[in-house]
Every structure is written in C-alpha cells, then in structure tokens.
Nanobody, 125 residues
Framework: QVQLVESGGGLVQAGGSLRLSCAAS????????VGWFRQAPGKEREFVTA????????NYADSAKGRFTISRDNAKNTVFLQMNSLKPEDTAVYYC??????????????????WGRGTQVTVSS
C-alpha cells in the first residue's frame, strides 16, 4: 500500500505562485511514478503533469506547460509541483497519484492505483 499526502495549497492572487508537495509512504518511493491531477467544481478530474519513476521523464498538459514544474526528491519521498503565473482557471482541488513503475506518459487517471485526498488551490482575479 502507498499513502499519499498533499500539502501547500492555499489562496493566491492571479500571477502568484504556489508549491505543492506530495509526500509518500508505505512503499519504496523511487519505484513510483507520480502524477498530479486537478478537479474544479462541476468538472472532470484532469491531468496536469507526471514524472516517471526514474525521474528521467516528465509530461505536462498544455495548460501547465511553461508555468508548472514537477520534480521529485527521493531522499524526502516527495514530489513537488511548482506553479507559477497562476490564473483563476487554475482554481481546483489538486491531487497526487502514484503507480508502481509508472511512466511520465500516463495521463489517464485510471492508470494510477494510489491517490491522495487533495489540496485546495484558489486563485483570485
């Protein structure tokens, strides 16, 4: 089993930045591919970004390219999501998800076995 806990969400003005963290426990972290997804009220959960288990590959949704950066620190069992130039349309609950030996190409929520409870990000205009 893998437990994932997100943190770092909050309220920020448009143009601001936030850094989300996803802390994992329960399994060898370096074997986990990790993705970030988000869900706005009344909308489907959508892919944001993913990093491969090896850390050698990353993948971003078009909405995140150039503004968001995913990274991992295996020594801390944590994946980070740095979000810059935030827009009101980025407002959502952000979830991290994991898959054993997952690749960065896995952008479908059904690809992931383990999920955190989410952290709220609100961007005011």
């Amino acid at each position: 089993q893998v437990q994932l806990v997100e943190s770092g969400g909050g309220l920020v003005q448009a143009g601001g930045s936030l850094r989300l963290s996803c802390a994992a426990s329960g399994r060898t972290f370096s074997n986990l591919g990790v993705g970030w997804f988000r869900q706005a009220p009344g909308k489907e959960r959508e892919f944001v970004t993913a990093i491969s288990w090896s850390g050698g590959g990353t993948n971003y949704a078009d909405s995140a390219k150039g503004r968001f950066t995913i990274s991992r620190d295996n020594a801390k069992n944590t994946v980070f999501l740095q979000m810059n130039s935030l827009k009101p349309e980025d407002t959502a609950v952000y979830y991290c998800a994991a898959r054993v030996y997952g690749g960065s190409w896995q952008s479908n929520k059904n690809d992931y076995n383990y999920w955190g409870r989410g952290t709220q990000v609100t961007v005011s205009s």
